[in-house]
């Protein structure tokens, strides 16, 4: 594993009731990376998702994060490991009984000995990152669904992880936030250094902060490379998903 | 001079009016470093406070927010603050992590004991109480406008919900009201052997029940049979927008879901009230026959003179209050719901305690009016 390479997935194989949905997938993403993960309904990129989150049972030497075989960590590295992990769902996954802010800060409180003052005002930076600065107070209920989303991204990013995982981020977004989302997320790459792994189907984002495409289809790797090289590609699916993206065009370099 | 040390480690110190931040500050290190600098500040004597992050390799939003909050708690003192810092990095972070302005939320004047009784009071009052009369008065407009007006019930919905809330609850009223006239029969069984009043007993159970226990048991019953599940139903409906759906079909939710409970209740409940009143006396004269003697014979000869019409028809009266009180007050609090699962659950519990609540109040009420 090279020195920068933040995931390994090594022939990873997944089946659910003998109907087989990754077929040997192999690929890596390095550190400082924002890499994409694509593919239509049923292609296995949740399966990928969940796997690298260690939400579905492990094989063994199938994925190395942190230079570490995920499928072999004992309780303590599993503590540090999620600890490292930000992880951004698609449906917000806030819990409906706390506010906004309690929601935000669960993590700093339960893994971080600093004093409520410095909790709070963490916090409020980081809602006020994701424009949400007036939500402290709200609960999950009273929020629309794009503010969900970015309760739920602020929630994500609480700890400064060097991972950010993203299950569609800009699902339910409108033009101007997912541009100011896609921008949130570029900034924390090139100042905190962190890597990004998201899983989404909006081209414009795409094109706008990816530096990899990874392509799967029905289980299998079809495409990987940069969002450049998938442009010009002549494989029918990426082609095709491109082409009914939104006419997309290159945009200037980031 | 020699620095004088915030700090254990070699990490942050002071000297002449300039706070040295070096190495990394982050996560791990941000909270000791603003526990120590508290104690520390009050030494301080200068008016202007450099803070000079020249010397700082790394800092994380958590480092950010200290020196923020640093600088918040010298700002608060009068002492205005500065930031050197030659690193790029470092400069962006402290800009992008820079914690927004904010009163904080806790509020620092404590409120009194009386004041906040005050407080939660006007809070009720202004929340529930205006809105639960309007409540009250639009349904008892439409269940008298409705009486004959057909149009905008579903077909069969009043015996279904007849059979619901009174049909349905008759075996476990009826299980019930038999136990608890027993348990009045035996606890004053003892009593009044003493005193040789022993015929006295059927007077104590007759009474007791038709007037106060029958009515009183089935209406808590009802609430936590029907009450919860009308609060549940309604609260399910407006969640999954299906109230809202009513609304844009130019159905009224109030008549189209409400009225026909109200009816089936009312329809319902005083049989159902009148039956439970049976099924205490009897229970009561069971345990008269085995713990006093008094034969079915005397209980019944004995019940005819002391059971009077009034208290008939204050159960009857009492009954239908209660079950409006049950119905409405299931409604009030499903419509009242908030979004998500959970809020079907919190409408639900509510909604039992209120209508227990208020059937105990208006027991009490109507108890003075009719029984100076």
Redesign the interface.
């Known amino acids: 594993m090279a020195s920068n390479t933040m995931i390994e997935v090594k022939s990873l194989s997944a089946s659910f009731d003998d109907r087989q949905v990754l077929k040997n997938v192999s690929f890596t993403i390095n550190e400082r990376e924002i890499a994409v993960i694509l593919g239509g309904s049923g292609s296995g990129k949740s399966t990928i998702f969940r796997h690298m989150l260690r939400l579905y049972d492990v094989p063994y030497n199938t994925i190395r994060i942190f230079d570490k075989d995920i499928a072999d960590l004992n309780e303590s590295e599993q503590l540090v490991f999620f600890m490292k992990l930000g992880v951004f769902y698609q449906n917000g996954a806030l819990l409906n009984s706390l506010t906004v802010g309690e929601n935000v800060a669960l993590a700093l409180e339960q893994h971080t000995s600093l004093p409520p003052d410095i909790i709070e005002n963490i916090v409020r930076t980081k809602l006020e990152l994701v424009n949400l600065g007036d939500a402290y107070q709200l609960f999950p209920s009273q929020l629309s669904g794009g503010m969900l989303k970015r309760a739920a991204l602020a929630r994500a990013i609480i700890m400064d992880p060097p991972l950010l995982f993203c299950d569609e981020p800009g699902a339910g977004l409108d033009p101007v936030s997912l541009a100011s989302l896609d921008q949130l997320i570029l900034n924390l790459r090139n100042l905190l250094g962190i890597t990004v792994v998201m899983v989404t189907h909006e081209v414009s984002s795409i094109l706008r902060i990816a530096d990899k495409i990874i392509f799967l289809d029905d289980g299998v790797i079809t495409f990987k490379g940069t969002p450049q090289d998938a442009l010009k590609s002549d494989i029918p699916v990426v082609k095709d998903f491109f082409s009914k993206g939104t006419g997309a065009t290159l945009p200037t370099d980031h | 001079m020699k620095p004088l040390k915030v700090f254990d480690y070699n990490n942050y110190s002071y000297q002449g009016g300039v706070l040295y931040l070096k190495n990394q500050l ?2 791990s290190n ?3 470093y ?2 120590r600098l508290r104690k520390f500040l009050p030494n301080i004597k200068e008016r202007n406070i450099t803070i000079d992050c020249n010397q700082l390799e790394s800092i ?3 480092g ?3 020196i ?2 640093t600088v918040r708690i010298l700002n608060k003192k009068g002492i205005t603050t500065s930031f050197t810092a030659e690193s790029e ?1 470092i400069k ?2 402290l800009e ?5 302005d ?1 009163e ?2 806790k509020s620092s004047q404590k409120n009194g004991f009386l004041l906040k009784i005050g407080d939660l009071l006007y809070k009720v009052f202004k929340e529930h109480a205006l809105s639960f009369l309007y409540l009250i008065a639009d349904i008892s407009y439409w269940t008298i406008a409705d009486i004959f007006n057909r149009k905008q019930r579903r077909k069969g919905e009043f015996v279904n919900q007849a059979v619901n809330i009174g049909v349905n609850a008759l075996p476990i009223v009826l299980v019930l009201t038999f136990i608890i006239g027993m348990v009045i029969s035996v606890q004053s069984a003892t009593q009044l052997r003493n005193y040789g009043a022993n015929i006295f007993i059927v007077d104590l159970i007759v009474i007791s029940m038709m007037a106060q226990m029958g009515p009183l048991i089935t209406a808590i019953l009802v609430a936590g049979r029907s009450g919860s599940a009308i609060a549940a139903e309604i609260a399910t409906m407006k969640v999954t927008s299906e109230i809202d759906a009513l609304k844009t079909m130019g159905l009224n939710p109030l008549r189209y879901v409400v009225i026909p409970k109200i009816y089936g209740g009312i329809i319902t409940m005083p049989f159902l009230t009148m039956l439970a009143n049976v099924a205490g006396i009897a229970g009561g004269a069971l345990a008269s026959y085995i713990y006093l003697d008094i034969t079915p014979e005397i209980f019944i000869n004995r019940m005819s003179g002391v059971l009077y019409q009034k208290d008939i028809i204050t159960s009857i009266i009492k009954s239908i209050v209660y079950i409006n009180l049950i119905v409405i007050t299931g409604c009030y609090f499903g419509l009242r719901v ?6 079907v659950g919190k409408s639900t519990t509510k909604s039992v305690v209120a209508a227990i609540s208020l059937v105990i109040v208006a027991d009490l009420i109507m108890g003075l009016i009719f029984y100076r």
């Not at chain 2, 908030?338 to 809020?343: P, T």
């Open positions: 982050g996560f941000a909270g000791d603003s526990n994380d939003s958590a950010v927010a200290a923020y909050n990095t962006e972070k992008l992590f820079k914690p927004p904010f904080t939320h908030e979004k998500g699962a959970e809020g």
